[in-house]
């Protein structure tokens, strides 16, 4: 069974989102950039197109910026993956964006007003 | 920010790599066959490829990569087309080097501060009126500044002269200052040895003196033993001096010469070895400098040294006249770079200098741009491949821009080589002559940025339209060669267009240094009175001390001109205080009876005594009367001779001859009256002189001139005249020895530099022309081969072939002589006051320059024109 859902349901990902995306899905243990993109992805039941290039961009991004920690290990089905884990500076990026969104997200939907008002 | 990437690329592809197998792993897991899995698991991914590359160019110094690039890519085309390179680095070499030379020559003389702390604050303290600014007030007036003013933290008194004084019991001249106790302090320095002069100094107990070090080095060899060692010098006044024995205290630091650039002091010694002059109240006769205090404006300190000013000139009346003319008010100059004697001598001629050497290198970019069209052109196929394969344009013209650059690069370091050696050569003619102009020139980062910023612009103008051209590179018409023939036809129209500009700015060259050698060969053919051939002048001092009284002077210049005059060689040998062009001068009152000044300056004369003999040494007309005879001594009635001006001056109609004039309240009779000599300058009329004999002297003559006309080459002679006079006497010591003609090249140093420099940069124009002309006609001529090798094919005559090439630089040349012409009349017009006895549109001089390009730009276009009718039909239609 493919994993996708055709394309035209996908939300492109805003600007910044992916870096919270990451450092969420980082919360509960390291892993690898691979098992990153599939977490977002069914997480997000499906919503998020991840460009998988762009993951590990940010990925490197994050790691020069001192937000998450990276080295080689062997996967659980023995293969060689390069895991990602979140440093302290990282944890605390986190809270902040964290309240951020959800701020922005609470003053988006109070502006839209509830769902079923919706067309 | 420039962090440099801890991780390598290499790892990021191995990451990607192990997605794309576990993402495999993962879609196997759900059931899809191998292939499939990895097929999706790639499809999945995106461009793998383009998120390695994106890694790649991130965070990295990518421009510095594409530059290292770019350099290797164009040293290998550089190497590949070498003759073009070299060709292209020695045109710039010449254009760029002309630029570093001159400017770093302007740099020296007209921009650099003084070597003292902090030049900006420093300014010199000048009376001025409506005839213009002068030097320092009197002494005493100087004195309450320095007490009084308290704008200032220190102001200083400097006069400079030459000094006559015995080291080690040898007898010698240096270049002397005097100065005030605090001059050190005012102006910042700390000696390199010992220690400066102080206030306390001014009490000369004991006497202590500071060289210069340049005279260090050259006198002492820099032994620092030199600091301790002691000389004699005459201290006092007009009326009595005494020698007292000066210790050497201190050297001054190595950079620092002096407030007058160009010329170094070697020895410095308290104003106060000059007490009558430290006392006098009337008379200005040194330079005061001062430093401004922090946050004084120099307004507010003008204010106050004029409100001092006003009140010592209160108590020291003046005529009105002169009140008004000359002490009006006080002004201050900024002293950042010194005196500005030098800076006003060269100054004209370094700027036009500068325009010319900037006309050199626009020329030899022209060439540049030519030789990169033609190249440009030969590479289009190369271009449009590239961009046919997916390189950018902005990559493809940044690259050329590089290749440029590192051309240009290249020719303004070659460019500095010969600058530096150019400037060696300028510095050696300026030192050379009579009165050396010593300067210290430093390549410092002015010189760098200079040069860089000129070759840089140079690269932009020069570069840009082959740049240009090539990012327009059409890749299909290209490969087609089907749209070569269009662009290489752009190109030979834009190449004629560049030669015609080249033209028309060596006619505005050659123009140039036609008028400026013209004007120096009016200036040298001008009749200044006096014939400059054939005349020995040898400088010679009586040592005061031998000598205090008048009867033994002049019985010992008598002497002295009778060895010399004994001399086989020797026409005529004469004395006088002051020769044509030698830069001193002496004035002093005359009136006349039924004479009446109008002013002040009406009653003005210079004065210059002189031995008998002296007008037939110099080969000065007398116009009446007699000549100065040994008879005209102590014993006999004063007597005088006018020249022409003064006796115009004086007497309008009337025959001055028997009138009795007073000389500074002296009466003498006027016995003769001379031709004008130019004195000064030889552009300028000699002014009033009135001649009084040296047996009947008003001055004490301790100085004279040994003026020796000579039936052989004067220069032969200087060294037996020098040898008869220090035979004579013990106590005598020669200053100086050349002949009268290097003393009017002396005088005309600055229009020698001039003239000389543009015609040399004028030939440089003219062949660089040639050069371009020769390369745009040969390029043509290779364009047409096949249309020339048609038309012979058909039966054209060889001769008229080459006519048509001819004919074309025919219209080149003729367009650039129409412009090249007006704006030579606009360019001469603009440097008029640096011409003499030539105006800015001389006809003659115009038609000349366009003659010779003409002819030159004929024999360029010769071999061209000669490839061209021996074009043969068959190897033509085969080309391509």
Known sequence: MPTQRSDDDRIALLQGTLDLLILRTLVFGSRHGQAIARAIQQNSEEVFLVDHGSLYLALQRLEEKGWVGAKWGISENNRKARFYSLTSKGRAKLTAKTVQWRRLARAMGLILGPEDREA | ??????????????????????????????????????????????????????????????????????????????????????????????????????????????????????????????????????????????????????????????????????????????????????????????????????????????????????????????????????????????????????????????????????????????????????????????????????????????????????????????????????????????????????????????????????????????????????????????????????????????????????????????????????????????????????????????????????????????????????????????????????????????????????????????????????????????????????????????????????VPRIAAWDRLLTTVRRLPGVQWASLAAMTPLDGSGRRVGLSAPSFTPHSDEDGFVSLNTVSEDYFASLGTPLLRGRAFTEEDSAGVPAVAILNESAARHYFADRDPLGTVVNINSRSSRIVGVVRDVRQTDIRQNAGRVVFIPLRQPYDRNFHMTLAVRTAVDPQSLIGAVERSVRNGSPSVLIGSSHTLAQQVDQSLLAERLLSWLAAAFGVLALVLSAVGLYGVMTYSVARRTSEIGIRLALGAQPARVARSILRQTVSIVGVGLAAGIPASILVARAVRHLLYGVGPADFATQAGAAILLAAVALAASYLPARRAARIDPLTAMRYE
């Open chain 2, 1 to 550: 920010m420039f962090r440099r990437r801890k991780r390598s690329p290499d790892d990021f592809a191995s990451e990607v790599h192990a997605h794309l197998q576990l993402e495999a792993d993962d879609l196997r897991a759900e059931g899809l066959t191998e292939a499939e899995a990895r097929s999706a698991a790639r499809k999945t991914f995106g461009n793998a490829t383009a998120a390695v590359e994106r890694f790649y160019e991130k965070g990295r110094w990518l421009w510095l990569d594409h530059l290292a690039q770019d350099l290797r890519y164009s040293l290998r085309s550089m190497r590949q087309g070498a003759g073009f390179a070299i060709a292209a680095v020695l045109t710039l070499a010449l254009g760029m080097g002309a630029n570093t030379a001159i400017f770093s020559l302007m740099d020296t003389v007209l921009l650099q501060s003084l070597p003292v702390a902090d030049p900006p604050s420093l300014y010199f303290l000048r009376y001025a009126g409506a005839k213009g600014t002068g030097i320092s007030p009197p002494y005493p007036c100087f004195e309450t500044f320095r007490a009084e003013a308290s704008s200032f933290s220190g102001v200083a008194a400097f006069g400079g002269s030459d000094l006559s004084v015995r080291i080690d019991g040898r007898a010698e001249r240096v270049s002397g200052r005097r100065i005030s106790g605090d001059y050190f302090r005012v102006l910042g320095l700390n000696p390199v040895a010992g220690r400066l002069l102080t206030p306390s100094d001014e009490q000369l107990d004991p006497p202590a003196g500071v060289i210069g070090y340049a005279y260090w080095q050259r006198r002492f060899g820099g032994n620092p033993d030199a600091v301790g060692k002691t000389f004699v010098m005459a201290v006092g006044d007009d009326k009595k001096t005494v020698d007292r024995t000066f210790t050497i205290v201190g050297v001054t630091p190595a950079g620092f010469y002096g407030l007058l650039p160009g010329r170094p002091d070697d020895l410095m010694v308290p104003t106060t070895t000059l007490p009558a002059m430290v006392r006098d109240t009337g008379s200005p006769w040194f330079e005061s400098i001062a430093r401004l205090k922090p946050g004084v404006t120099p307004n507010q300190a003008r204010a106050q040294a004029d409100a001092l000013f006003q009140s010592y000139m209160r108590e020291h009346p003046t005529s009105a006249e002169n009140r008004r003319d000359n002490f009006n008010h006080m002004e201050l100059a900024p002293a950042a770079r010194g005196l500005g004697e030098l800076r006003e001598r060269f100054s004209a001629p370094l700027k036009a200098l500068m325009a010319v050497v900037g006309m050199v290198l626009l020329i030899a970019c022209a060439n540049i741009t030519n030789l990169l069209l033609a190249r440009a052109a030969r590479r289009e196929r190369e271009f449009a491949v590239r961009v046919a394969i997916g390189a950018g344009r902005g990559r493809l013209a940044r690259q050329l821009f590089v290749e440029t650059a590192t051309l240009f690069l290249t020719g303004a370091a070659v460019g500095a080589l010969l600058a530096w050696f150019a400037t060696r050569g300028l510095l050696a003619f300026l030192a050379g002559g009579l009165h050396p102009i010593r300067l210290a020139m430093h390549w410092d980062w002015r010189i760098l940025t200079f040069t860089t910023l000129v070759s840089l612009l140079a690269t932009f103008l020069s570069g840009a339209a082959p740049v240009l051209r090539a990012i327009r590179t059409d890749p299909h018409a290209a490969m087609n060669g089907g749209a070569r023939a269009s662009a290489s036809r752009e190109h030979a129209a834009m190449g004629r267009l560049l030669v015609a500009f080249q033209i028309a700015l060596s006619v505005v060259l050659l123009v140039g240094a036609s008028l400026f050698l013209r004007t120096l060969r009016n200036l040298y053919s001008v009749d200044p009175g006096f014939r400059a051939d054939h005349v020995a002048l040898v400088s010679v001092e009586l040592i005061e001390s031998s000598y205090t009284q008048q």
